[in-house]
């Protein structure tokens, strides 16, 4: 093999123009490299006291870069039954390129798939909603990627589960002050995918705030065309004086029609000692271009006094 990696992989990513949601580049010698990527952006009003890329609220609309996504993955086979895999990708936000995962590890074509590095937490994946930004009152993890990750997969088609481990140290930043411990368990059976994620982690930074996290979720996809979600969750914070929990409901379905997907979901955020909780109500259409490209259009209220309706339109294409 004379052929480098890199000779072979500018032709692939020209070639990209297939349904795939990634491009083999090398499959050689028990070798296998794969790459991936994502480029998104929107125009978007975004609704008051959420999150923008200043930190501020009530803003006119704008343009936004929402998301730049390059990866590659390479996969070892060590055995017949064993491979060594490796990691990388970089996210491009905000006028900056962050390398957010690095990592190594194995996978088994029967226990499942260990690995160790800067990665996302199992949280990540945590969520029922259909909505592309305008989901303010939903659940949301506190802490979804880390450097010093130790995580386990498994899932054999009907039953998943995961455990996680973000180890603290002396490190220069805040995320190496931080113990996070976590696990998901879920099952799929006829049309319902069920599941539960846990969430512990303890700041070791000089602060002694504790976070306890869950959520229950559940999927039914018996009736043709149609997608239907629940959740429930709390958080629970503790900062060594006072104690809050916040709970969260979550309820979204969607339709599709050809290359038409329609949803709608409804958010419930209730905190400990608040007098009233917070409804959170969202709708969009998407429409598929290609496998690979989308575009889409979202609109989104909340009954938060300080809360405004706000609402997002833009593309996404991938590889």
Same mark, same amino acid.
């Given at each position: 093999?004379?052929?480098?990696?890199? $000779?072979? $992989?500018?032709?692939?990513?020209?070639?990209?123009?297939?349904?795939?949601?990634?491009?083999?580049?090398?499959?050689?010698?028990?070798?296998?490299?794969?790459?991936?990527?994502?480029?998104?952006?929107?125009?978007?009003?975004?609704?008051?006291?959420?999150?923008?890329?200043? *930190?501020?609220? &009530?803003?006119?609309?704008?343009?936004?870069?929402?998301?730049?996504?390059?990866?590659?993955?390479?996969?070892?086979?060590?055995?017949?039954?064993?491979?060594?895999?490796?990691?990388?990708?970089?996210?491009?936000?905000?006028?900056?390129?962050?390398?957010?995962?690095?990592?190594?590890?194995?996978?088994?074509?029967?226990?499942?798939?260990?690995?160790?590095?800067?990665?996302?937490?199992?949280?990540?994946?945590?969520?029922?909603?259909?909505?592309?930004?305008?989901?303010?009152?939903?659940?949301?993890?506190?802490?979804?990627?880390?450097?010093?990750?130790?995580?386990?997969?498994?899932?054999?088609?009907?039953?998943?589960?995961?455990?996680?481990?973000?180890?603290?140290?002396?490190?220069?930043?805040?995320?190496?002050?931080?113990?996070?411990?976590?696990?998901?368990? *879920?099952?799929?059976?006829?049309?319902?995918?069920?599941?539960?994620?846990?969430?512990?982690?303890?700041?070791?930074?000089?602060?002694?705030?504790?976070?306890?996290?869950?959520?229950?979720?559940?999927?039914?996809?018996?009736?043709?065309?149609?997608?239907?979600?629940?959740?429930?969750?709390?958080?629970?914070?503790? &900062? *060594?004086?006072?104690?809050?929990?916040?709970?969260?409901?979550?309820?979204?379905?969607?339709?599709?029609?050809?290359?038409?997907?329609?949803?709608?979901?409804?958010?419930?955020?209730?905190?400990?000692?608040?007098?009233?909780?917070?409804?959170?109500?969202?709708?969009?259409?998407?429409?598929?271009?290609?496998?690979?490209?989308?575009?889409?259009?979202?609109?989104?209220?909340?009954?938060?006094?300080?809360?405004?309706?706000?609402?997002?339109?833009?593309?996404?294409?991938?590889?």
């Amino acid at each position: 093999m004379k052929k480098t990696i890199l $000779a072979m $992989a500018v032709p692939a990513l020209l070639a990209a123009g297939s349904a795939s949601a990634s491009i083999n580049l090398y499959d050689a010698e028990g070798v296998k490299v794969d790459a991936s990527g994502a480029a998104e952006v929107q125009y978007i009003q975004y609704i008051s006291n959420t999150s923008d890329a200043t *930190g501020t609220g &009530n803003q006119d609309g704008q343009w936004r870069l929402d998301d730049g996504d390059f990866s590659v993955n390479t996969e070892v086979a060590v055995s017949e039954d064993l491979a060594a895999i490796g990691h990388f990708a970089f996210k491009f936000e905000d006028s900056t390129t962050e390398n957010d995962e690095l990592y190594v590890g194995f996978k088994g074509s029967d226990w499942g798939q260990v690995t160790f590095g800067r990665q996302l937490m199992l949280m990540d994946d945590a969520g029922i909603t259909k909505d592309y930004e305008l989901a303010v009152n939903s659940f949301g993890a506190e802490y979804t990627e880390a450097d010093q990750v130790a995580k386990y997969v498994y899932d054999n088609g009907s039953l998943y589960a995961g455990l996680a481990f973000n180890d603290a140290s002396d490190g220069a930043s805040a995320d190496d002050e931080r113990e996070v411990y976590e696990g998901r368990l *879920g099952y799929r059976f006829a049309d319902v995918d069920a599941r539960v994620y846990y969430q512990k982690s303890e700041e070791n930074g000089g602060s002694d705030l504790e976070r306890d996290e869950y959520n229950f979720e559940i999927e039914y996809a018996g009736i043709e065309n149609v997608g239907i979600a629940a959740s429930y969750g709390r958080t629970s914070e503790d &900062n *060594g004086t006072t104690d809050t929990d916040t709970d969260y409901i979550s309820l979204a379905a969607d339709y599709t029609m050809g290359k038409t997907t329609y949803a709608i979901g409804f958010d419930n955020k209730d905190v400990e000692g608040d007098n009233d909780d917070v409804n959170g109500y969202y709708a969009n259409v998407s429409y598929a271009l290609h496998s690979n490209a989308k575009v889409y259009a979202e609109i989104g209220d909340s009954d938060d006094d300080q809360q405004d309706w706000g609402y997002v339109a833009g593309m996404e294409v991938k590889f």
